[in-house]
């Protein structure tokens, strides 16, 4: 059986119980490359295989996983943060499913949680933002028309962007096209939750500065919105004033 789990953002007790079990037990791992903290494998049994999966084709991931199939091997194929996310998973999944090999996937923690837990921040504060867009730049993998930065910008929602830390001026260009104002708050997290993890603060009109000061053009998540910012409104759920099927109104 192939499990394919997510190992986290990055500290290695940041995997979940279960892609730690899942881990322990492999006869076989392949693991996404300097995405993945290697400290992760150190949880591996003796005698297991590894491979890097950053060397590796998608035809060459399958023909591992194939063969320890066939040899009656357990494989973990570890992905970086949660598998549903930029993690190219379907693609391995349904060849998989073509061979009638047995597949699950052991959900992990995304670095956009990451991220957030490293600002202390919350993404959906009332009256601020009650929607996440988790999106990218266009790149070498193109994105959907319909989903190009500036339309989703267009929302001032609470944005998340993947996969753009060497794009800045482009992405800043993008979100004020699309209407975010120049000092909405914004931040960058390089790695976040590993042991060099940075947090840099500032505005949407300042990300490129930003990022070149700090040396910063890959392994980052730009967070965008007022969600950064000092204002919102009180919780319903705890407010007194406010009943619910578990609590009664005190007044």
Known sequence: MVHFVGAGCGAPDLITLRGHRLLTQADVVI???????????????????????????LEQVLSVMKAAEAAGKTTVRLHTGDPSIYGAIREQIDQLAAEGIAYDVTPGVSSFCGAAASLCAEYT???????????????????????????LAAH??????????????????RLLEG???????????????????????????????????????????????????????????YDPTFAHGFRESVQ
């Open 125 to 151: 504060l009332p009256d601020v933002s009650q929607t996440v867009i988790i999106t990218r730049m266009a790149g070498r993998t193109p994105v959907p028309e319909r989903e190009e930065i500036a339309s």
């Open 156 to 173: 001032h929602a609470a944005m998340v962007v993947f996969l753009s830390a060497g794009m800045l001026e482009g992405l800043r260009d």
């Open 179 to 237: 209407g975010y104002p120049a000092d909405t708050p914004a931040a960058i997290v390089y790695k976040a939750s590993w042991p060099d993890e940075k947090r840099v603060i500032g505005t949407v009109g300042e990300l490129p500065e930003l990022a070149r000061a700090n040396g910063i053009s890959k392994f980052a998540l730009i967070l965008v919105g007022d969600f950064l910012g000092k204002q919102y409104s009180r919780s319903k759920l």
């Open 31 to 57: 693991y996404a490359g300097s995405l993945v903290n290697p400290a992760l494998l150190d949880n591996t049994k003796p005698g297991c295989e590894i491979h890097n999966s950053a060397e590796m084709t």
